[in-house]
T-cell receptor, first 113, second 115 residues
Framework: TQLLEQSPQFLSIQEGENLTVYCNSSSVFSSLQWYRQEPGEGPVLLVTVVTGGEVKKLKRLTFQFGDARKDSSLHITAAQPGDTGLYLC?????????????FGQGTILTVHP | EAGVAQSPRYKIIEKRQSVAFWCNPI?????LYWYQQILGQGPKLLIQFQNNGVVDDSQLPKDRFSAERLKGVDSTLKIQPAKLEDSAVYLCASSFYLTSTDTQYFGPGTRLTVL
């Protein structure tokens, strides 16, 4: 069974601060995705990373996939109250299980005005 | 484009009762997923369909949970009988096809409370 460990589980910061969320596993993933989920809604895809060492930027969000494709990070610059939510990483194994997503337990981010 | 629809949004039942959830995926999406999300945890895949065939149900508690996707479109997930530990949000997702980088679109979920 592949496991994804996210840290920290909870993050409470002030508007304008920077933060990083980590997603780690002992398993190799063919791709890794980051989602954001708001209360009462389903997760919404933010980004997919595929290549080891890949870095993707989405406005103030920077996503990195580890060289060995076992870990990833999400960095938010100058956080805003609208960034508040549950951030989930999810990995896909290769081979015949390429469709199946394994999710981390999530990081609850609260950005105070 | 309409998103993934789920109903009901909320359901409260007593243990040992049965319950059913319905999902209508995005039009044209061949792959449909049911996830269970317990409070404080990430979603856990219960079952995955490709059209009307089951691709993965390895984490579905088959003694009490069942799911079907008739005609490869809508899907229902049933729990019979429910246990206290089944209290969770049940998410349905769909994707266009089964690839390693395909985007899954999630519905709003059904929040089940078992008393």
């Amino acid at each position: 069974t592949q496991l994804l460990e996210q840290s920290p589980q909870f993050l409470s910061i002030q508007e304008g601060e920077n933060l990083t969320v980590y997603c780690n596993s002992s398993s190799v993933f063919s791709s890794l995705q980051w989602y954001r989920q708001e209360p009462g809604e389903g997760p919404v895809l933010l980004v997919t990373v595929v290549t080891g060492g890949e870095v993707k930027k989405l406005k103030r969000l920077t996503f990195q996939f580890g060289d060995a494709r076992k870990d990833s990070s999400l960095h938010i610059t100058a956080a805003q109250p609208g960034d508040t939510g549950l951030y989930l990483c999810a990995g896909r194994a290769g081979g015949t299980s390429y469709g199946k997503l394994t999710f981390g337990q999530g990081t609850i981010l609260t950005v105070h005005p | 484009e309409a998103g993934v629809a789920q109903s009901p949004r909320y359901k409260i039942i007593e243990k040992r009762q049965s319950v059913a959830f319905w999902c209508n995926p995005i039009s044209g999406h061949a792959t449909l997923y049911w996830y269970q999300q317990i409070l404080g945890q990430g979603p856990k895949l219960l079952i995955q369909f490709q059209n009307n065939g089951v691709v993965d149900d390895s984490q579905l508690p088959k003694d009490r949970f069942s799911a079907e996707r008739l005609k490869g479109v809508d899907s229902t997930l049933k729990i019979q009988p429910a246990k206290l530990e089944d209290s969770a949000v049940y998410l349905c997702a769909s994707s266009f096809y089964l690839t390693s980088t395909d985007t899954q679109y999630f519905g709003p979920g059904t929040r089940l409370t078992v008393l």
